[in-house]
């Protein structure tokens, strides 16, 4: 997939998730990014609030509690204290 890049979700339970994607969108201290394919390298602090994932066309929606984004060529990293799944009215967390 020529548009996609490796984006990671770490918590400090687990690897929240690890898959190619096309795009992630997050708030930063310095207001919302969006990542792509070969974005320049990258790093900032996360606030709380909603994160979006788009793979294949489709965004799935979640939350994390802030952190910190690291993006390099190889891969783009969330590191949270936690992280959630928009799951309709509950909210599923992997």
């Known amino acids: 997939m020529a548009n996609?890049?490796?984006?990671?979700?770490?918590?400090?339970?687990?690897?929240?998730y690890n898959d190619q994607v096309?795009?992630?969108?997050m708030r930063t201290t310095n207001g919302d990014r969006?990542?792509?394919k070969d974005h320049i390298p990258f790093v900032a602090g996360l606030v709380?609030?909603?994160l979006r994932v788009k793979k294949d066309?489709?965004?799935k929606e979640g939350r994390i509690s802030g952190g910190f984004i690291t993006v390099?060529?190889?891969?783009t990293t969330i590191l949270?204290?936690?992280a959630s799944w928009?799951?309709?009215a509950e909210k599923e967390t992997i």
Do not use: C
């Open 86 to 88: 928009d799951n309709g």
């Open 4 to 16: 996609q890049f490796a984006l990671e979700i770490v918590t400090p339970e687990n690897i929240f």
């Open 72 to 75: 390099t060529k190889e891969k």
């Open 48 to 50: 709380e609030g909603q």
């Open 57 to 59: 066309g489709k965004f």
């Open 80 to 82: 949270t204290e936690a």
């Open 22 to 25: 096309e795009m992630v969108i």
């Open 34 to 36: 969006a990542i792509l």
